[in-house]
């Protein structure tokens, strides 16, 4: 497991943030690369499976079934983790399967709750989404999540961007909303509610409410740092599990009993789908405990080409012109937003280096004028002693 420590952000000035992530190892920032690529793989294939469950346009299945074997299968990884975690504690450290320590640990990390929740409003979302949009739009659409996370990021977590960095977030925008040129279909409702109202209500509570969720779980998890992720997971996604049975439960009361069972209608494609749900979930809490959420959805903005393409191959979507100008923008975007934080972190460390060398010059002054004053004062006494010889010899 990533061994990391607690230090003051050298950009957000942050202190919840590790230190395996602002000075970097070659193999932890080889383990950055496979998160980034592991997530964009995993994302980009999430809209493409939940296209591929649909029968007719339609859900042969509960999309609420999905959410929950999904969290499910999170709880299981979570319990191995921490058995195989455990096993292989040194002696003289806290046990981490003790019922104090889970009890403690579950009244420091109760915040999770507020996250689940909200991922569990989200995950029935990606699905509604579906209806209204293709694979390649959805996974644009979430890109909206970025700004609003950022403004999010500055009043909770007190976040500083610089205004190359806005400048770039809006740039992100732009290309979203160029890809998104006459995406919506022509003569589709849903919910009795007209397409147009329909899909930008739904646009907003999808881009609000999963933003919010990451900044909550981001907080969370940092604010009890000590904590084993994996123990931090259990509680998340225990929450999580519970929130998506209630709604099952709701379901269940409203349409009938029939609706209880939660494997009616799944197929080999909701398997992996929830298969992928859960990986993708994992993977997510390792970036917001170890990296951050604007790393988090700016890697998951590079799935967007895997996801555009895909879906062109596999289901015989056109690759529009907006589709190419909107990706271009946004890797512009992606660009000029990093090399803005790498230039920060360099001029911030030089800032740093700097004072570092004035302290020290001040430390060396301080040491000098009181090594000097020292030789002063012995050589005073030496005098005083020289003039209280006697002149004879005794």
């Not at 604010?223 to 439960?249: C, D, P, V």
């Not at 709701?250 to 929830?274: C, W």
Request: charged share 15%; aromatic share 10%.
């Amino acid at each position: 497991m990533l061994k990391v420590e607690m230090v003051e952000c050298s950009v957000c000035n942050s202190k919840l943030v590790s230190k395996a992530y602002t000075s970097l190892t070659s193999k932890q920032r080889a383990l950055k690369i496979l998160l980034v690529c592991g997530d964009c793989i995993l994302v980009g294939l999430q809209p493409i499976l939940v296209y591929m469950s649909k029968v007719n346009g339609k859900f042969e299945f509960s999309p609420v079934s999905v959410n929950f074997l999904t969290e499910i299968t999170k709880v299981l990884f979570a319990v191995i983790m921490l058995l195989f975690q455990a096993r292989n504690q040194k002696a003289g450290e806290k046990p981490l399967l003790s019922i104090s320590t889970f009890i403690q640990a579950a009244k420091n990390n109760v915040l999770l709750a507020a996250p689940a929740m909200l991922y569990a409003i989200n995950n029935y979302l990606k699905f509604i989404m579906q209806l209204y949009f293709n694979p390649a739009t959805v996974k644009m659409l979430s890109n909206l999540k970025v700004f609003v996370i950022a403004v999010l990021l500055k009043i909770m977590m007190k976040r500083r961007f610089s205004v190359i960095q806005w400048e770039a977030l809006t740039l992100l925008l732009i290309g979203i909303t160029v890809n998104q040129l006459k995406s919506f279909p022509e003569g589709s409702s849903a919910l009795g509610l007209p397409v147009a109202t329909g899909a930008y209500l739904y646009t907003l509570i999808f881009v609000t409410v999963p933003a919010l969720a990451s900044v909550f779980n981001e907080y969370a998890l940092k604010r009890q740092f000590e904590t084993s992720i994996y123990l931090q997971n259990l509680f998340l996604y225990g929450y999580g599990a519970t929130f998506n049975f209630l709604a099952i439960l709701g379901t269940a009361m409203v349409k009938g009993p029939e609706s209880f069972d939660i494997f009616k209608g799944h197929s080999k494609a909701t398997m992996v789908l929830i298969c992928n749900n859960a990986a993708q979930g994992i993977l997510s809490s390792f970036f917001f405990k170890y990296a951050d959420t604007i790393l988090k959805k700016y890697s998951s903005t590079l799935a967007t080409i895997f996801t555009g393409i895909a879906s062109a191959a596999l289901f015989g979507h056109t690759l529009t012109i907006n589709f190419v100008l909107g990706i271009t923008i946004v890797f512009i975007s992606m660009h000029q937003y990093f090399s803005a934080q790498v230039n920060e972190e360099k001029s911030h460390n030089k800032t740093e280096m700097a004072e570092y060398q004035d302290l020290r010059t001040k430390e060396a002054t301080v040491v000098n004028a009181t090594s000097s004053s020292m030789d002063e004062v012995s050589h005073r006494v030496g005098h005083e002693h020289e003039d209280k010889q006697p002149l004879l010899p005794v």
